[in-house]
């Protein structure tokens, strides 16, 4: 009797001692898990310069935080600021070109010079707020809600995508929904397309609005342990006010110059555009070093379709050191309804001048230096230069710019 | 026309590349569990990237949907 008392005693000595060893630990781990939960920031900011056009200072921060076991709310704050000149679409002449401003003063363009509209100067504010919750043990959602603002257009959005995996996490299904409402209200009015520029313009409104909606769907792979892949599909559909305001077309007459009336004509794009990209991307890690490869398809209704390229190597230096070489190669074809100039008694219903709808390639080159610290903060640094060479019956000039960009992640 | 190449390279790589997609054990993630092997390791570098392209190109989508609309003069 005496010896099963002994030998409760003991029992409850070690219920007890394992009760005190478990509660240790599970705080312990709780602590852990706090300790590692902490805030994650992201910072960084871009310098953006394009030779004799615009420049734009972009500081963005993103701060993400662990309320759950896997469930994340995070937020980010972008602040956009642009100066400069921008490619108005009229055609360089052999005399020089005066202009009207959106507001009603006027600028000029020398002779044999491509005409910029130098009164480009905006500051855009876009935040995002993002919920990361699993919604069970292989299926995990992120929603997210967007708004941006600056002096003439404001952006609304909300996303969705759900993940599944499965085949033991090596498979993963994705799809995504976004849908944005924007609003434009371009300054002096939204001018009637194809009518002429002028200070008394006439316009269809200051308030104008665009919806633009995304689906996407997507399937991610481990190939092997050093190999992963993924390849979406997304379909888009923007519906509404989709032409640039401030784009003009030159008229020229039968002799091929500008025409004695109305030389400039305010552009004009379809109200809807149906969009559709394929995606397909490797990561691949040799012994330490990782490659990362790209390849995207895109084609709409508008009559344009592109390829873009995209390679970066991550050489490791060793010590957490890292440099990655950057090869972007994009090439597009341009809109059923760019024109380099229009023909005066032959006005098309849309017409567009602007070099983004126009065929081109893109082409960027850079370098990224890294280090990743001890602590688990990571600094880098990036310059990359942009060429933009036009092609077709686009005669206008090379666009080239430079990007540096400074990041800095850290836990705190 | 190059349309239909692509479809057709898209599906022979899948239907070439299918057999071998075994997957890897729970164990075997080391490699795949590092920062460099994300799809995407650098969401900020992605955020300024399609930025720039979505201004200066004419093209968009593909990696992700979303992110938020600008005059992009």
Not at chain 1, 13 to 38: G, P, R, W, Y
Not at chain 1, 81 to 88: Q, R
Request: net charge negative; glycine share 8%; hydrophobic share 30%.
């Amino acid at each position: 009797m005496q010896l099963k008392k002994s030998n409760k005693s003991k029992q409850k000595f070690i219920k007890n001692a394992l009760s005190i060893a478990t509660s240790t630990m599970l705080a312990s781990i709780s602590h852990t898990v706090m300790a590692e939960s902490d805030w994650e920031v992201d910072s960084a900011v871009l310098f953006y310069s394009e030779t004799d056009r615009v420049s734009v200072i972009e500081p963005v921060v993103s701060v993400r935080k662990e309320i759950s076991d896997d469930e994340f709310l995070g937020m980010r704050v972008v602040v956009d600021s642009l100066t400069g000149s921008s490619a108005n679409g009229a055609i360089s002449t052999s005399s020089a070109q005066t202009f009207t401003t959106p507001s009603g003063s006027s600028y000029t363009a020398a002779a044999n010079e491509t005409p910029l509209d130098p009164s480009f100067h905006d500051t855009r504010v876009a935040l995002n707020g993002s919920w990361e919750k699993p919604l069970s043990k292989t299926i995990k959602g992120i929603f997210s809600v967007n708004a941006s603002s600056e002096y003439d257009y404001d952006s609304y959005g909300v996303v969705a995508n759900i993940s599944w995996d499965f085949n033991n996490r090596n498979t993963t299904l994705l799809t995504g929904l976004s849908y944005n409402i924007d609003s434009v209200n371009p300054v002096g009015g939204a001018p009637t397309g194809l009518n002429a520029m002028s200070a008394s313009k006439t316009t269809q409104g200051s308030n104008l609005d665009k919806t633009v909606t995304d689906i996407l769907l997507g399937v991610t792979q481990v190939i092997s342990r050093d190999t992963l892949m993924q390849f979406n599909y997304s379909y888009g559909m923007d519906d509404g006010y989709l032409t640039d305001p401030y784009k003009i077309l030159s008229v020229l007459d039968s002799g091929g110059n500008l025409r004695g009336t109305d030389p400039y004509l305010y552009e004009k794009r379809p109200t809807t555009r149906a969009r559709n990209a394929l995606y397909w991307k490797v990561a691949h890690q040799f012994t330490d070093d990782v490659l990362h490869f790209s390849y995207r398809y895109y084609w709409d209704d508008w009559g344009l379709d592109s390829n873009t390229l995209d390679v970066r190597y991550r050489y490791e230096l060793g010590g957490g050191h890292y440099i990655q070489p950057h090869l972007r190669y994009y090439q597009q074809n341009k809109v059923d309804f760019y024109h380099y100039n229009l023909t005066d008694g032959s006005i098309p219903t849309y017409a567009s001048a602007d070099y983004r709808l126009s065929e081109m390639t893109t082409t960027t080159f850079g370098i990224k230096y890294g280090i990743e610290m001890d602590n688990g903060h990571e600094f880098s640094t990036r310059l990359e230069t942009m060429n933009q060479s036009m092609g077709g019956d686009n005669k206008g000039p090379d666009v080239d710019a430079l990007i540096l960009q400074l990041s800095y992640s850290f836990d705190f | 026309m190059k349309k239909t190449i692509f479809i057709n390279i898209l599906l022979l790589l899948s239907l070439t590349s299918g057999c071998s997609f075994t997957g890897v054990k729970p164990w075997e993630r080391d490699l795949l569990a590092q920062q460099k092997m994300q799809l995407d390791t650098h969401p900020l570098d992605s955020y300024l990237d399609d930025h720039i392209y979505y201004s200066k190109e004419n093209s968009s989508g593909g990696q992700g949907v979303g992110g938020g609309g600008c005059g992009c003069n």
